[in-house]
């Protein structure tokens, strides 16, 4: 059996790992279109900070990694599925046939429609070329400006900040509008502002423009002020990498990922998606979503890799998660951390201390947290949302009066399941 796998990032180097530990003399052939060796982009702040090298970022550093496991590397870019036929055309006017077709392409980044946003000095941070050409570009004291301050643009500031002067617009009215509470947000920007980041939020970049030979780059700000700066680093967001798909007919959700049931099926036979690029259904309301993050991608090609070897599997749905570092400063928000209709929450803040948590409920059960300065037992608060573990009206009323228990509470469900 030919098994095709289109992404060779973290989800489908698990994928392409699993199905041959469960099909020794099947053909596996993992796809991506960099030339550098299967690497996850997760590490790129750290290769940027100087804390590891490019061979850090690799996910597999024996160099014979893939070979040894009869797993063919192949450098190409997809351009077309055509699942009447099985098989995939490539940008280098290739085609590879197969049984079973995984697509892991992961995510691409976005940029915002602004004038002189592809001049030379406005870079992207993807990849490890987007990462050497900033670390070219970067001098000491540089100016720089970073658009956005989503999970991506709050990874990468320490890195930045470390080769200059840091200022970050963000459109939004808060840091990581999409996985923090304002509270929680609003104190990660406080943090940011005493190592010295400026962070302009509710403030977007209308036009960017060369200097009169100096060199740099003119931004012109929705505020009314210019500014100038050396380098402009773009991390607006990302979206689902699927353009190839657009006549496989292959079903693509309202955000534009590809649909997935839970067993990582799509809407066509033999093809299974995981990881950034897929639409899934949330585990605890049902609602399909992107869920673009690493430990969602490697569960999710888990799941696709023993359905395509043969071993019928399916999972609770995807679970929202997140744990973000930004300047040493660790937050995490779990489930349905913006809380749900008719629920109740409690929240305890520590200004001075930099911590904060916040319960959401439902009932019965805690559906979503969010939590900034913790990092002890943090991931109890998965076990206990994902487990959806049902509280006695005890433990729910010491939550509500005193959340910092959510580990005893934990235990206690954990005790009365047993």
């Not at 071993?311 to 997140?322: D, I, K, L, P, V």
Request: charged share 20%; net charge neutral.
């Amino acid at each position: 059996m030919q098994h095709l796998i289109l992404g060779n990032g973290p989800a489908g180097v698990v994928a392409a790992e699993t199905i041959r530990r469960y099909r020794p003399l099947d053909t596996i052939k993992l796809v991506g279109d960099e030339p550098e060796p299967p690497y996850s982009r997760m590490a790129i702040p750290y290769l940027l900070a100087g804390a590891i090298g490019e061979s850090g970022t690799y996910l597999r550093h024996a160099s014979d990694h893939f070979k040894r496991l009869n797993i063919e590397l192949v450098q190409s870019r997809a351009t077309t599925v055509d699942t009447k036929s099985k098989s995939v055309r490539f940008a280098n006017g290739s085609v590879l046939a197969y049984d079973r077709l995984l697509l892991a392409t992961g995510s691409q980044p976005t940029r915002p429609p602004i004038p002189g946003i592809d001049l030379p000095q406005v870079l992207s941070c993807w990849t490890l070329l987007d990462a050497r050409s900033i670390a070219n570009s970067l001098r000491p004291g540089a100016r720089v400006l970073q658009l956005g301050a989503g999970f991506i643009g709050c990874i990468i500031m320490e890195a930045l900040a470390a080769k200059g002067k840091l200022t970050v617009v963000e459109m939004g009215d808060r840091v990581v509008p999409r996985m923090m509470t304002p509270a929680a947000s609003a104190m990660i920007e406080r943090w940011c502002g005493s190592k010295g980041v400026e962070i302009l939020t509710s403030t977007r970049a209308t036009a960017i423009k060369r200097g009169d030979g100096s060199g740099l780059l003119k931004v012109f700000l929705g505020n009314g002020s210019e500014r100038e700066f050396d380098v402009v680093i773009c991390a607006t967001g990302v979206k689902p990498a699927v353009e190839y798909l657009n006549s496989s007919g292959i079903e693509i959700g309202p955000d534009g990922g590809i649909i997935v049931d839970l067993s990582m099926r799509t809407s066509a036979a033999d093809v299974f998606a995981a990881g950034d690029c897929t639409e899934a259904a949330d585990f605890s309301t049902g609602a399909y979503f992107v869920n673009a993050i690493q430990p969602e991608a490697v569960d999710q090609a888990l799941i696709a890799a023993l359905n395509m070897a043969g071993q019928s599997t399916s999972r609770q749905g995807a679970f929202r998660m997140n744990v973000l570092a930004t300047f040493g400063l660790v937050s995490s928000s779990f489930g349905q951390w913006w809380g749900a209709e008719g629920g109740e929450h409690v929240e305890i803040v520590d200004e001075p201390g930099f911590k904060y948590l916040r319960l959401e409920f439902k009932d019965e059960c805690v559906i979503g947290a969010t939590s900034v300065g913790l990092t002890e037992h943090v991931g109890t608060l998965r076990g206990l949302i994902q487990t959806r573990a049902r509280l006695t009206p005890q433990w729910k009323s010491n939550l509500l009066r005193d959340p910092s228990r959510f580990v005893d509470a934990y235990l206690a469900c954990a005790q009365a399941a047993a």
